[in-house]
């Protein structure tokens, strides 16, 4: 009965341990940007906490990574954006707010809905980031780094089918994604919604084209393809895909 309690005891305090980390690490990454003015401490500060990737064997390694991908793209992508919103201490802090949201609640889930909600919010995130600083990159750099993001995302989603091709599709998608970045690269368009950080085009287009893509494939593995609300879903969002590309500025690249 001791050892029962002593277990239960140090589960709990694990647990403790486990959120208070997680509660601890936004705050820590918004004041190494702000104290340094850089990047770099906290990007390391966020491959650190990855430490586990490299804990097992070498063999493990590639694994591990891909497994972690969607999770450390989001991290990436919060220090870009606290980096991006310098300006803005409010905004920072609802980054901060929101990635220890993404820490203590959305990442430990494994529910379909969770898993589809944590590659759209990587592969958004990603997105952005990557196009808000693209002026600054070569271009084949921007459209490699669409294919990883397009790749680590979809094989997040496909895992969680009974999928027996998972590495085709998600090279596929990385292609799709990398052809889609590689072409509104020539049109960097984006949207001023009164944030630091401007929203590229991209993330919105690959947002609806996603949400196409995941609702017919689930249908596809569900045997529901024909449904009305399938079909209803999919014009819906073409619909809102043509509204983006017929009200957007082609005249003017930014």
Known sequence: MELLR????????????????????????????????????????????????????????????????VDLMVGISVVGLLYLSMASLPVQIVIMIGYGAWLLWLKPRSSLHAILLQAGTAQFLSITVLFSISTILFEPLVVLGCWVIGYATARHVVTSFEEDSVDFISCLWGLIVAQLGWLLYQWTIVYDVGLPVKIPQISLILLVISFVVVRVYRAIKQRRLADVSVRMNVIFAMVLLAIILIFARWDITI
Request: avoid cysteine; hydrophobic fraction near 60%; glycine fraction near 2%.
């Open 6 to 69: 002593s277990r239960i005891r140090r589960s709990k305090l694990g647990e403790l341990a486990y959120v208070a980390i997680n509660a601890l690490l936004p705050i820590v990454l918004l004041l190494l940007v702000h104290n340094f003015d850089s990047i770099y401490p906290a990007l390391a500060l966020v491959l650190l906490s990855k430490w586990r990737i490299l804990a097992l064997r070498p063999r493990f390694w590639w694994i591990n990574i891909k497994a972690n991908a």
